[in-house]
């Protein structure tokens, strides 16, 4: 069953979970916070709290880490993020270290922690391809998809851009479309219909111009999906937000 993960309403708290996995792309090491925030909230929803010991976060911790194989001790992870205000201190007079939520993160807990789960599904994808390409488009290619199946279309956009931005010519346009194809759908889960039409549309052209070389994806059954989508959505009109399937939104293959 596709889910997508709600969006985050605070632009700053977004971009800072985007940065984190951002930064989980490019190291392993970089993937350490990211698994420690989802250990906490697994602790916290275990517990039935928002707040949890340090010690018992360490532990579920290095415990993740050991999983995913990321050689980082779960401290110096904490550390970057209570340096990020995302995790806080918390002072209990005769009590053990204790840490809650920053308050960004408070504020949309629910959310984050979809967010921070589908985060860590799609790097644990990435991590069991073999031969991941050294190329860098066609690395942002792979990443992106993942992250597109996992209904992370603002981090689409954000990955690929950074290819877009560095590539002289070659794939300029399908990175451009996917980009747009992403932000159509990314504009549907933040109530603007008009923006998911118009780059929905926008998007899948670009792609179709781009030529029979698909860079590693599988894109005409992704684009027939996208225009059918597309259609539902024009559809429903404004009743999109709440009644759109879901499960229309394709997935994007990587040719093995």
Sequence with gaps: ??????????????????????????????????????SFAGVASGQGQAEVSRDALVEAAERAFREVRIGVAAPEALDEL?????????????????LAPG???????????????????ALEILSRRPGRSPHPVERALEEAACL????????????LETAWLTEA??????????????????HLENNNLRGALSLLTEGAEKVKGYGPDRSGLELDRFLAQVEGARRSI????????????????PQMRLLE
């Excluded at 984190?20 to 350490?32: F, H, S, Y």
């Excluded at 308050?103 to 599904?121: K, N, V």
């Excluded at 024009?234 to 939104?249: C, H, K, P, T, Y």
């Design 234 to 249: 024009e559809s429903l009109g404004e009743e999109a937000f709440g009644r759109f399937d879901r499960q229309m939104i």
């Design 148 to 159: 597109f199946n996992e209904g992370l279309f603002f981090e689409v956009h954000e990955v």
């Design 169 to 186: 010519e070659g794939a300029r346009l399908l990175l451009q479309g996917l980009i747009q194809i992403a932000v159509g759908f990314h």
């Design 1 to 38: 069953m596709r889910t997508i993960p709600p969006p985050i309403r605070s632009v700053e708290l977004r971009d800072r979970l985007s940065e984190l996995l951002k930064e989980a792309l490019r190291t392993e090491k970089g993937a350490a916070p990211l698994y420690l925030l989802r």
């Design 103 to 121: 308050e960004e993160l408070q504020a949309e807990l629910p959310a984050a922690t979809h967010r921070i789960e589908a985060y860590c599904r």
């Design 82 to 98: 209570l340096a990020a205000q995302l995790l806080r201190p918390l002072m209990k007079a005769g009590e053990e270290a204790w």
